[in-house]
């Protein structure tokens, strides 16, 4: 396809900056590298007609750090680098809610919960608490955040789980809402954003990279930034950067629903929380991690039954509902929990691997970025 002279000199001429990815990531480095120069042309190229990976296809938790997922960490990881990783997942929830504000992602301070059905394990983890409070709380400035909660268990409606341990610094919001928002901003400070664009490679030359799309269509750009996450390996086929699919299902209206708030299950392989009167299930990937190690949207029977027998036994104990929606959202994760922030080749550079906290950290991610490549000019 050949583009006019019209298009390509009105829409695609002179673009400093490319951002690869819609997402909370792309947005976030367009918002920053605007508002720090706002001559700079910055364009953004999305393969979907929204954003494609988890943006809008996640929970939308407000998390940081769940007891069992931090005690796991420690096994991986230094206690300073386990720490620095809560830190700038609070931070960038921080972030996140003043650039956007509270009330247009709906954000909710409903808390985190953990539940557990093994006494053993939630054993284990409760003996921690202590230790971590006693660390979390000089990030978050909340006293003492983590508490064990087994009354709420009856409160909430559950069955079959024995423990609660609960997070009160965490919360939950809108993403939808989220990226409604944030693409409101950029558009107003003049980023342009094309949808439907399919990019294949980029050639890195002297003075600007030339981006390879779909349908022989060529567009320069001084600089590119990749934020792609999950689906990174397309163009960077050398990094380490795996998709991980997670599946999602969301009830209709349920009269009287007693649940409230983020919760985690199975040290964090199932996840639940309220939409309003609604129930939002996801996970399961833990039951096929061959199969659900891909790039590619879709539900599997396996995933599909558990998460509803799950919602059925556990979650509305047996209480009778519908399931509205299904959907998958890709994840960027890798051998390490941390973000590949760097130049890649001459004029490109990338942001990937959020580890599965886009919402956490994607905004400080986003501006970490956009200030690598204004220093390259």
């Not at 830190?87 to 921080?94: D, N, Y």
């Not at 269509?217 to 600089?223: F, K, L, P």
Request: proline share 2%; glycine share 10%.
């Amino acid at each position: 396809m050949q583009l006019s002279y019209w298009e390509q000199n009105t829409f695609l001429n002179k673009i400093d900056v490319a951002i690869i990815g819609s997402g909370i990531v792309g947005l976030s480095a367009a918002l920053y590298l605007k508002k720090q120069n706002p001559k700079l042309s910055v364009a953004v190229f999305e393969r979907g007609f929204l954003p494609s990976g988890a943006s809008t296809k996640n929970a939308g938790f407000c998390c940081f750090g769940s007891i069992s997922e931090l005690v796991n960490d420690l096994n991986k990881h230094t206690e300073n680098e386990v720490m620095q990783l809560v830190e700038k997942r609070w931070k960038g929830l921080l972030r996140l809610r003043k650039n956007l504000g509270d009330s247009a992602i709906d954000y909710k301070p409903y808390s985190g919960y953990e539940v557990f059905d093994d006494s053993a394990k939630f054993n284990n983890y409760a003996s921690q608490i202590d230790f971590f409070n006693s660390r979390v709380s000089k990030i978050t400035k909340v006293k003492n955040p983590y508490s064990i909660a087994d009354k709420k268990i009856k409160q909430f409606g559950l069955n079959g789980f024995k423990h609660i341990i609960e997070n009160r610094a965490e919360g939950q919001i809108d993403t939808g809402k989220m990226m409604a928002r944030l693409i409101d901003i950029v558009q107003k400070l003049g980023v342009k954003i094309f949808n439907g664009i399919d990019i294949l490679s980029l050639d890195a030359a002297q003075k600007n990279v030339r981006i390879n799309c779909q349908k022989n269509v060529q567009i320069n750009a001084g600089r590119v930034l990749i934020c792609t996450n999950g689906f990174a390996k397309q163009l960077l086929p050398d990094y380490p950067v795996n998709a991980a699919r997670a599946q999602v299902m969301v009830t209709g209206p349920i009269a009287g629903l007693k649940l409230k708030g983020s919760f985690h299950y199975d040290e964090g392989y199932y996840f639940f929380r309220n939409i309003g009167n609604r129930v939002l299930l996801g996970g399961g990937r833990n039951l096929d991690f061959k199969t659900e190690a891909t790039h590619k949207f879709g539900l599997t029977d396996k995933v599909q039954n558990k998460l509803e027998q799950l919602l059925w036994n556990n979650i509305l104990n047996r209480r009778k509902h519908i399931v509205e929606y299904r959907w998958s959202g890709i994840m960027g994760i890798g051998p390490q929990k941390s973000t590949i922030i760097k130049k890649v080749d001459k004029n490109i550079f990338c942001a990937v691997r959020m580890g599965g906290m886009g919402v956490a950290i994607g905004s400080l991610v986003g501006e970490d970025a956009a200030r690598m490549v204004a220093k390259s000019f």
